[in-house]
Nanobody, 123 residues
Framework: QVQLVESGGGLVQAGGSLRLSCAAS????????MAWFRQAPGKEREFVAA????????YYADSVKGRFTMSRDNAEDTVDLQMNSLKSDDTAVYYC????????????????WGQGTQVTVSS
């Protein structure tokens, strides 16, 4: 498994942008699929985006497609989530996750998790 630490959350106005980062450590983090999930108060954790170990493939939830972009830097063992055109519905705790499986959007398929970072979008 890998250890994950998120950063970059905060308060932003609707329509604004925010960039989240996730630093990975442990055994071969560059070989893992990385993903972002989010959880709003009273709601289940939901998939946001994922990126393959090479960075060559990404997939997104329909709710963020065209607004969010996920990238990774395997030399630095980091992944980023650039969030543009933020809406109040994007308010949630955002979690970084990792697993060797690629293609899943189910939280239970990811074995490593960060502690989360709060994103609050004011309308």
């Amino acid at each position: 498994q890998v250890q994950l630490v998120e950063s970059g959350g905060g308060l932003v106005q609707a329509g604004g942008s925010l960039r989240l980062s996730c630093a990975a450590s442990g055994r071969s983090p560059s070989s893992y699929t990385m993903a972002w999930f989010r959880q709003a108060p009273g709601k289940e954790r939901e998939f946001v985006a994922a990126i393959s170990w090479s960075g060559g493939s990404t997939y997104y939830a329909d709710s963020v497609k065209g607004r969010f972009t996920m990238s990774r830097d395997n030399a630095e063992d980091t992944v980023d989530l650039q969030m543009n055109s933020l809406k109040s519905d994007d308010t949630a705790v955002y979690y970084c996750a990792a697993d060797r499986l690629y293609g899943s959007s189910w939280a239970n398929d990811f074995g490593s998790w960060g502690q989360g970072t709060q994103v609050t979008v004011s309308s």
